[in-house]
Each structure stands twice: as structure tokens, then as C-alpha cells.
């Protein structure tokens, strides 16, 4: 389709574009910067409410992108959870309040961005939606300029990033050499016709490929950066990171991989089983002797890279629906785990598990919303994370992947563990200080909504599931 | 005019790369690995490039990706710059192994 038929189609980006300049004016008008947070929130509605409705799966700009019931499934997680971690940086007053305008209009680039990234489905979109998306992240990661935790945050992230890219490139330069084109589908159809000398070449891409994916959906053994990135971003910041990036990179990792290299799907599923489990035992067991929560929750989040890889490594449309379906419970789960540490940072200035000694004292209510996020990211029914790995499992167990479904099933149980350390540490370890740990209205209100997706996905999954139906039903694999 | 087999730019190009990789990987001085980073999407370029001028595939594809790759290394190279700069005002080095407050 051509640039001028494309335009009706992409109503919410250009929406998000003028508003990144509105932000950017907005910034220079107001010095309580709380007012630019309000117009991003109102951008956000705004370009979902203008947004194409879901349908067919059309073709934009020349075959650059696509328009497909999958990519406004991914839009949608991506606006929620900007929305959220937009809400709950409010009350995050570890930013000077200088920058903080910058900030917003960063995350208003990243919400175009991401939307963009899992629109892509060629060679040169999807490099230039990962690349600029990284770009964005390596700069709100080190926002507090004056920290040098988040420096050195910063540092290692960009430098193992840029690495990734440049492996990823060098991929996407031999299978162009190969097929001759940068289409995904064109290369798909490519490869079949191709020599065995030629085919090998293209396998080589292929992994290189997936290196420069791997590092942005932090699978072992590209994971490095992870802990050290996580625990030094500006919570927010790692809030989002854990989840958007992360759910993005595995729509274009699952449309790289179906589209452009199904001939050589018994290879690639079974490295993914490899990866799949070599990941969630790595993030599950390091996870286990951790002492700062972010650190924490940053090796579970790898853990949970492994679980949600398990939907690629037993291809079928199940498995891509357990996928959609855990990036849904995870959203909420994970997103209200952070915010719950984000408040409880902000007062008392540390991470350290030692600090949530008799938190159930101190503030019940954010002791128990944070009981409960653990509770679903370890799995506990009726949980949304139990939604997930319940989906996870069962694609695992249809396609008689069972070394999968054992691995599954033994990780959640060091999983439990480690998260029920923290449990522990708040309702039954008496506390050091009897002072209150006030919860400011900003991250009670994400909290509440992170709380209520949590349990409600959990209580009433039917309808989350049959939105993944959808969203499925015109995805070409399958 | 006798022409440069694809073979032999392919092998430089191989070669460029992970001369850029192993640059990356065992450097100590953060501009060291940005310039090594440097290397390694050259080297892409230098691929797309021959594959485009060697093999019968668009030129134009070839020369845009290669376009596009030149601008984002700029504003990584820009980026990653801008940080190191930080990095060297709150922790005054720019040797990775002495960076290390984020560790287990």
C-alpha cells in the first residue's frame, strides 16, 4: 500500500508525534512539570481512542509495516503499560524536578517506538525500531545524571547493546547477500529454494539474528546487562523495561522466526528449548542468593524470559497464544511489583530486603498488594500468573516437549522460594522502626489498577484468552 | 579492468568484523569499545555493499540500508559518548574494570 492510503492507518502515531513536540513546548510553559505527566497520560487516550480498529491484516508503507490484529494487541500492552509507569514516576522524586518534562516526552518517543518495532516486518524497520528504541531506554536509564549507580547503568547497557546490534546486523547483511531482499516473507520463500552451501549461510545469519534479539529480550546467554541494568535504572524506568521491551522483542522475535525462517523451524525450536531452559534455571537460581529487591526481580524477570520463550520452543498457535496470554499477566503482575518497591524506596532511600522487615506493620496495604504480585509471579492460583504458566505448561505438554515441562515445573519451585523470602520478611520478622510508610496517591492508584488486573485475569481469564484468540486469527504461521 | 572477487570482500569484511568484536570484548577504555563498535558496523557496510555491487540484488535496498546504518551509528556513537561523559564526571574513570558498584 502506498505512503498516502497508509496515513488512515497510522492515526495514532502521528498523534503520538505532534504530542511529543506539545510535550516538548509544554516543558519550556510550566515548571511543575506534573502538567506535562497529564498531557501524556491525555496523548495516550487520545491516539488509542483515534487508533485504526482491529481487523484484516493490511500492508502500510510499501510493505514496511503491517497492520494486523497482532500489532494492535501489542499497542494496547504498550499504552497501558506507558500510562502506568508514567502514573506511578509521579510520586518517584528521586529525578530532579528539572528534567522531569524530558522524561515524559521520552516515554510518549517510546510508546511510537515500540508500536512501531511490532509493527516491522522488514529487515531494515525492525533494526530501526530496536536501534532507536534501545537509544531511548540507554537514556532514560541513566536520567539521574548525578547518580552513579545509574550511570554505570547506563554504560553497561549501551555498550552491550550496541554490540548486540552490531551482531544482529551482521546477520541481517548475510541474509540479504542470500535471499536478495529485506522482506521477511520474501526471504522466507527464499530460503527453501536455496543450495545446501547457501542454506548453511543463511542459518549463520539466522543465528546472528536471533543474538541481537536475545539481548533485548534478556535470554541467557545475552542476560549480562539485565541485573546490573535493572538494579541501577530509576525504578519506574525498570518497571517498564522489564516488561515492554521485553514483550515487543518477542513479537518480532516470534515474527522474524515464523515468517522469514520456517524451513529451518526443527533447529530453531529445538536451540529455543535449550535457551528456554538454560534461562529460567540461570535466572531462577541466581535469583535465590540476591539481598536488593530490584536485583531481585530483575533475575526472576530473566526467569520469566525463559518461561514465555517456552511458547516459541513448542511451535504452534497455541504456544503463540501463550505467549500473548503470559505477557498480559506478567504486565500487571510485574509492573505492581515495582511499584510497591518504588514506594517503599522512596521513603526509606534503600532496596535491601532487610528493609521490608514487618512492612505488614508498617503500611498493611502495600505489604499485601505486594504479597500478592509475588504470590502470581510464582504462580499461585487464582492468580494472573497462574493463568500464564498454566498456558505455558500446556502448550509444552501438547507438543511433547515434557524435558520443557519438567524444567517448568522444577524452576517453579526454586521460584517459590526465593519469593516467599520476602513474604516472609514482611509478616513475620518484626520490623527495626514503628514509622508508617506513607503511600502517596500517585502509586496507590497504579498499584490498585495493577492489583485489579492481577486478580481479575486470574478470577476471569476467558476473557483475556479470547482476546489472544483474536488477535491471533490473522497471524500468518499457522 | 579486472574486478575484486566477492570471496575477497566477503573474507575482509568477516575479518573487519570480528577484528571490531574481539576489540569490543577485551578493551578496557569505553571509547576503545565505541570505536571497536564502530568497526564492526563498518564492516556490515562494507557486506552490503559488495553483495550489492557482486550479486544481482537492488543496489538501492543495499545503499539505503547502508545509509541508515551510518546515521544510527552516529547517534549511538552520540549517545554512548554522552554517557561515558557522565559516567567519567561521577566516577572520574573510564576503564570498565574499575566499574563495579553494580556487582551479585
Redesign the interface.
Known sequence: MSALLSIPFFGSELILVVSFFIAMALDFAFSDKKWVAYFTLAALALAWWFGPPAGASVRLFFGSFVWDPVTHFFKGLIYGTIGLTVIASLAYEQIPGRIRGEFYMLLVALALLLTVMGASVNLLMIFLAIESVSLTSYLLVGFQKFDQRASEAALKYVLFGAVSTALMLFGMSLLFGITGSIELSIIGAHIAKLDAASQTLALIGMLFVLAGIGFKISVVPFHFWAPDVYQGAPTPITAFLTIAPKALGFAVLARVFLTAFPFFMAQWATLFSFLAILTMTIGNVLAVSQHDIKRLLAYSSIAQAGYILVGLAAPSSLGLQAILVYVIAYLFTNLGAFFAVLAIERQLRTNDIGAYNGLAKRNPFLALSLTIFLLSLAGIPPLAGFIGKIFIFASAVKEHAFALAIAIALNSAVAAYYYFKVVKAMYLTPADSAERIENPMPTRIAICITLAGTIAIGIWPTVLIRFAEQALIVFPAF | MTTVPLQHLLIFSTLL?FI??YG??TRRN?VG??IS?EI??N??NV??IS?ARM????AT??Q??VI??IV?AA??AA??LA??L??YR??KTIY?DE?E????
Request: avoid cysteine; aromatic fraction near 14%.
Open positions: 568484523f571490531g568484536l569490543a570484548t569505553m569499545i565505541l563498535i564492526m558496523l564492516a556490515v557486506n552490503f553483495f550479486l544481482d540484488v537492488s535496498v543495499a539505503v540500508f541508515f546504518t544510527l547517534a549511538t549517545v554512548g554517557i561515558v557522565v559516567l561521577n566516577q570498565t566499574v558498584l553494580l556487582k551479585w
